[in-house]
């Protein structure tokens, strides 16, 4: 890489001082010499700045004749420059950042499609060179190497101002109904604990290629922790859901005092453990009808039960929920606590794992764990999750422009009225990319496939024949368009899509009553069915001999770990349960089973809670 030229000397006259030093001498008649030396500048220096004045001036421009030290292999103007990371500053907006590969082939793409001299070397790579970049970022500091978090599709989406402002609405409409304040809005969350953590760096011989660390197992059992915290910094004891049928209270009995549990086949939450959590968090907040508490949870299926909602209604606590899939934004606990806690978790396992050589580490141990883990929970970091979200102290607009940015790839009209209007008009039309000859033009692509290639293509061009035209702007949106979706297909699923809602309002529960019934008169005759079916094929079977096998007697709440019937992790539905021909996947990480219809749809399922971690 060539060396960064510094500059060692002062030397060299202002562009203000040569201005004025010429309109004395074309103005007012005087000499070259006489102004050089009153300004204290080389008359040289003068006379050739008034010559380069005068050339202009000839040619009808009012332009002023640069002076001072310039770079003569700058491939691109400090304007054209700006443009280029102006671009790529809202690329990384949109989550579609480009890496520095692909800058360097957008580099090379610009110079070829506006025809700007450029190294030769640019064209035997197809790309701009490495001494290039280095240099481009440090020429445009606003700019800088980032390691991009992983950003679900949905959650990307979800995100917007549609739904931010429909649940500060509400959050605002609770507040001033029922006189809240900061130590009474409390949020829960929960979140998962194995009995495998992900080690911690070490420190090892150089050169090695592979470090190992022990872990308990290839793969770990799940304990789900329920945390709640309040916007004034204070937290109750966790409440554990265990993979067992069959809960004990000495599970919990070396975790944090006065912690509680429960236990089902899966370790997640549902709906009879949410009942009991709320029992729990009603001891130790001492809620009333009187003093009422705002409780912010999110949509999980398992916190939508009727009978949660009744007890809420008679303790006194009101339910508002987050939008789907803003919880990365708008969760407190997500945005301050997790983090913390998770990185706390695993430092606490590591320590686990050499105070107990040659153990493995089982689902009794993970309390212990929590126990040490949650001492990242400190009141500042608490206040600060509810601070950053805009809840307390309450700020509706603490979300900026760019915040929604992510959104912006899928904006586009709801089909119930665009198809009906019988022509569909995407948000920004996308620009057809022109071959390098040719510049880019206006011309409009039809369908998905035409937007994607025009918004996404980045093949190397050809060396370019014209130049760039007086009239023609430098623009890098025009070359490569940011991405734009196509237009939304419609669903033909029959699952409701949740919205930010006050669960205790009656108009929310009668509707969740409503949804309540109807899901269960179809479980009722999908059994029946069941049964019929069930009969009939025994009455076509013949009889077969009857053969007598050993029963193994087991430890009963070892065994109940394993369930005949898999869950779906979105809505809990039994797979018995399921449509005929409906289509199931599994977690990528945690090998739990969904409904295809409930989850995003991408290649790689991952369930919203090993998203959250």
């Known amino acids: 890489m060539p060396r960064q030229w510094k500059r060692k000397t002062d030397r060299g006259v202002p562009a203000n001082v040569l201005k004025v030093a010429s309109d004395e001498v074309t103005g007012k008649g005087k000499s070259v010499r006489s102004v050089a030396k009153a300004h204290g500048i080389c008359h040289v220096t003068l006379s050739r700045y008034c010559k380069s004045l005068q050339k202009l001036r000839d040619q009808g421009s009012s332009d002023l ?25 809202q690329a990384a907006d949109l989550y579609y950042g480009l890496t520095p590969r692909e800058v360097r082939k957008f580099a090379f793409q610009l110079a070829v499609t506006y025809n700007i001299t450029h190294p030769q070397i640019w064209n035997e790579n197809q790309m701009a060179g490495p001494d290039w970049f280095t240099f481009f970022m440090k020429r445009n500091p606003s700019l800088s190497m980032r390691s991009a978090e992983a950003t679900s599709l949905t959650r990307a989406t979800s995100f917007n101002r549609t739904n931010v402002e429909r649940f500060f609405n509400s959050l605002g409409r609770v507040i001033e109904r029922y006189k809240f304040d900061g130590s009474d809005i409390w949020n829960v969350d929960e979140t998962g604990v ?234 920004s039309p996308p620009i057809h990319l022109g071959t390098a000859s040719s510049p880019p033009t206006n011309q409009v692509t039809s369908g998905s496939s035409a937007i994607h290639d025009a918004t996404m293509s980045c093949a190397p061009a050809e060396p370019a024949t014209s130049g760039l035209s007086p009239g023609q702007v430098f623009s890098p949106s025009a070359l490569r368009p940011f991405p734009k979706a196509g237009p939304r297909k419609t669903s033909s699923g029959t699952r409701r899509k949740r919205q930010s809602e006050i669960l205790t309002d009656t108009p929310v529960k009668q509707a969740l009553m409503e949804e309540e019934q109807r899901r269960g008169s179809k479980n009722v005759r999908k059994s029946i069915l069941g049964k019929n079916k069930g009969r009939q094929k025994k009455k076509e079977r013949t009889p077969q001999r009857k053969t007598t096998k050993k029963i193994l007697k087991t430890n009963a709440e070892d065994s109940e770990t394993s369930d005949d019937e898999n869950l779906c992790v979105v809505c809990l539905e039994a797979f018995g349960n399921s449509k005929p021909k409906e289509v199931w996947v599994k977690c990528a990480q945690c090998s739990l089973w969904a409904h295809q219809a409930c989850t995003p749809g991408l290649p790689a399922f991952i369930c919203h809670h090993c998203d959250s971690d």
């Open 194 to 427: 194995t009995t495998v953590q992900t080690p911690e760096r070490v420190v090892a011989r150089r050169g090695v290629k592979q470090v190992g660390a022990m872990t308990s197992g290839e793969r770990g059992v799940l304990v789900s922790v329920a945390c709640a915290v309040q916007a004034l910094g204070n937290a109750i004891p966790p409440f554990f859901v265990f993979p067992r049928k069959r809960y004990k209270e000495y599970f919990v009995q070396n975790g944090p005092t006065g912690s509680a549990g429960s236990g089902n086949a899966s370790g997640w939450m549902q709906e009879e453990d949410f009942l009991l959590f709320l029992n729990h968090f009603a001891k130790h907040t001492k809620v009333s009808p009187e003093k009422k508490v705002l409780l912010l949870m999110d949509n999980h299926s398992s916190h939508l039960s009727v009978k949660a909602i009744d007890f809420c209604k008679e303790k006194g606590i009101v339910l508002l929920t987050f939008p789907p899939h803003c919880s990365h934004k708008l969760q407190p606990l997500d945005c301050s606590v997790y983090g913390p806690f998770k990185k706390m978790v695993n430092t606490a396992s590591d320590a686990w794992m050499k105070m107990n050589p040659a153990k493995t580490m089982t689902i009794y141990d993970i309390p212990n764990i929590v126990k040490t883990a949650l001492s990242a929970a400190t009141p500042k970091n608490i206040r600060a999750g509810f601070q950053t979200t805009g809840i307390w102290p309450f700020n509706p607009d603490i979300f900026e422009e760019c915040d929604y940015a992510p959104s912006q790839v899928t904006d586009r009209p709801d089909p119930g009225t665009s198809l009906k209007s019988g022509a569909f008009q995407p948000h």
């Open 65 to 89: 004749p640069s002076v001072g030290y310039r770079s003569n292999n700058k491939v691109f103007s400090e304007v054209q420059e700006k443009n280029l990371a102006d671009y790529l500053t």
